[in-house]
């Protein structure tokens, strides 16, 4: 179930994971939903792995505080920690952060949190990703990370959105296949004119067509809402990977 | 003396005790997040068997239908999750820890929660004595879904979630504290959310 290889690099004895102040240095909408912030923090911490995540806290003039969590979009070797969020329309914090912040900005998060949902190249492959709508954002991490290391890990993405407008990061996935990665989506809620990709939900077939066959062990991360989740994990089961190979991340239905 | 977040107002729960929400926590309603580190294991009940080990006279084993058998409770608690959600008032059909740790003799101090597919959490046993802990096999007059942890868990409510452990299968009773599963990857090796201990040095 664990991997030695990250737990001898997460063996040692951190330091206290301290409020640390940010700056919003920029702002990038990715999608009509989604905007990615871009965070300067001073004395982040340098052992940041790929699919960690941050706490966020905002404090009213009150003195009213909320705290969230939210995944690390930009790789470890970036300067400035990227975050990307998705506005909930009901939410608390994800309307603020998408909305309201302005560059110079600046809020407190504290991290990186997290070491069972990493990948470092050490770790090699070959790598699966499997993500649901913003679930996409901890495995984009990977996937920088393996391009910024120019590590040649069989890797292999599988995103599934609801429209092509909800894809994240278009055009750095235009771009991943000529660096090796495989790209592969489904829209559930096909409705753009021209696609003759998948249009249908996660499946063993779809699973199988993205490959590699599980006797190669691949390390297979899957991100999402929780029923996305709970659904491919337990094909990737039922197709012969061994449970401790797939690693999950469930986005809950929350208070945003 | 946190930096205000300009522009931010918040939203206060007014349907909501505030002194039963730990620092940090918000509460979710009607939902039930789920979190695990992989898979949803299926466990079928007529393989299903808890086992109380280690520094005991002892073990003991208990299967299925026997667990059911012991004399059970409705507990209504609040649970605290160290992502940052509360639920207020969950209801469980649960077997108090006091029936089955009444079963054993032992001295030792710590207990390790196992479950199916290898997950561990550590507890002092102080925490899970004394009507604080219970094996719970239903949620809201149902047996407990899978993904929640059934078909049982454990429930322990005044520490984060996560001590909890899903699809209990033992207690191993220690003399040493041994950190599990989260707490070896940088999870609080306590746990208290009223001191908000979500992670080493906290």
């Known amino acids: 179930m664990e ?13 206290p994971l301290t409020w640390r102040l940010g700056t919003v240095t920029a702002l990038r ?10 965070l300067d923090v001073p004395d982040w911490p340098q052992d940041q792995l790929a699919g960690m995540h941050v706490d966020v806290r905002l404090t009213a003039d009150d003195g009213y505080q909320a705290e969230r969590s939210y995944s690390i979009a930009s790789a470890p070797e970036d300067t400035g920690l990227a975050l990307t969020v998705e506005r909930i329309d009901d939410g608390e914090v994800s309307p603020y952060l998408t909305e309201e912040v302005q560059v110079g900005d600046g809020f407190e998060l504290r991290g990186p949190i997290g070491g069972y949902f990493t990948w470092h190249i050490s770790d090699g492959g070959p790598l699966v990703l499997v993500a649901g709508g913003s679930g996409l954002v901890p495995l984009m991490a990977m996937i920088r990370h393996r ?5 040649e890990v069989d890797t292999r993405l599988l995103l599934s959105s609801r429209s092509w407008a909800d894809v994240l990061y278009q055009q750095e996935l235009a771009a991943a296949p000529d660096q090796g990665v495989a790209t592969y989506f489904t829209l559930t809620r096909h409705s753009d004119p021209g696609w003759t990709g998948w249009t249908r ?29 709970e659904g491919v994990a337990g094909l990737l089961v039922d197709l012969g990977h061994e449970a401790g190979q797939v690693h999950t991340e469930r986005f809950g239905p929350t208070g945003g | 003396m946190p930096r205000i977040s300009r522009g931010f107002h918040g939203r206060r729960r007014t349907d909501v005790d505030s002194s039963r929400i730990p620092p940090g926590q918000y509460v979710v309603d009607p939902e039930f997040p789920v979190l695990s580190a992989g898979p949803t ?19 003991r084993t208990w299967t299925w239908d026997q667990f059911l058998a012991l004399p059970s409770e409705s507990v209504t608690v609040d649970i605290h999750c160290v992502t940052k959600w509360s639920k207020i ?11 089955l740790l009444g079963e054993v003799e032992t001295s030792a101090e710590y207990v390790t929660a196992s479950s199916e597919g290898g997950y561990t959490s550590n507890l002092p046993l102080a925490d899970i004595m004394d009507g604080q802990a219970w094996v719970a096999y239903q ?8 993904e929640h942890g059934g078909p049982a868990r454990l429930l322990v409510p005044h520490l984060y979630f996560w001590k909890s ?18 707490e070896r990857y940088g999870y609080h090796n306590y746990g208290d959310p009223w001191k908000e201990q979500r992670y080493w040095g906290d």
């Open chain 1, 3 to 15: 991997r030695t290889a990250v737990l001898g690099r997460l063996g040692r004895r951190r330091a």
């Open chain 1, 29 to 38: 909408d990715e999608t009509r939903h989604a905007r990615t912030l871009v």
């Open chain 1, 147 to 151: 391009m910024r290391e120019a590590s």
């Open chain 1, 201 to 229: 939900r996660v499946d063993a077939e779809m699973l199988s067509e993205v490959g590699p066959d599980p006797a190669q062990r691949p390390l297979v991360y899957v991100c999402g809402p929780t029923p996305f989740v």
């Open chain 2, 41 to 59: 294991p299926d466990v079928p009940l007529a393989s299903w068997s808890f086992t109380i080990d280690g520094e005991v006279d002892e073990p």
């Open chain 2, 89 to 99: 008032d969950t209801v469980w059909k649960a077997v108090s820890l006091d029936v």
């Open chain 2, 139 to 146: 949620f809201d007059g149902e047996p407990l879904e899978p």
């Open chain 2, 165 to 182: 452990a899903k699809w209990l299968r033992g207690l191993t009773l220690m003399n040493e504290d041994e950190p599990g599963f989260w």
